[in-house]
């Protein structure tokens, strides 16, 4: 039976298939083996480099005024730096006539020596305009917080009080972080140098 012309070497075999030449044969491996580095290169960074976290301490600035009073006589007053960073302090004393409800007289206001007398620390304190200003920075940790005394002592001389009311000595005061200098210098018109408040200006 005739089942068609097969092709048969002379040897009566089938044809041999094209050998793949040396030079392919190394470049292929080439491949290979760049491709198996690659891969490993990125599963390694992959596994390497996790994210960071930071969690940062927001900066806070707070202060309260601690002093003894008996009811008549103010004494020791300092500002405490009650918040969690170095900071400069300013305080504005602001003295007048005030009835039971707090009502302010509106008449002349307390003169001092005249109807009343206050000691001031003049050392460590500098007063410009209407603030006195503590020339060093106060730190925030628990031994060392507060400022030098601002008023040593303060009382009304006796029989000056127009009816209905009293002396009212009050004091207000502020802080600022004491880093960087040149926003303490801004904000309040002052100048700082070797971390000490030495020069004021009025317009603040």
Known sequence: MYHGKH???????????????????????VVLVLGAAIGGTVAWLAANTPGLTNTFTPGEVKCTVEETF???????VKIKNTGNTDAYIRAKVVVTWKDAAGNVYGGAAPVEVTDYTISYNTRDWRQVGDYWYCTQSVAPDATNNLTPVLISSASPVEGKAPAGYALSIEILAEAIQSSPASAVQEAWGVTIANESVTAYSAGN
């Not at 070497?9 to 298939?17: E, K």
């Not at 008996?70 to 004494?75: E, F, I, L």
């Open 7 to 29: 092709s048969v070497s002379r040897a009566g075999r089938a044809p041999r298939r094209p050998r793949m030449s040396r030079t392919a044969l190394v470049l292929a491996a």
């Open 70 to 76: 008996d009811g008549k006589t103010k004494q020791n």
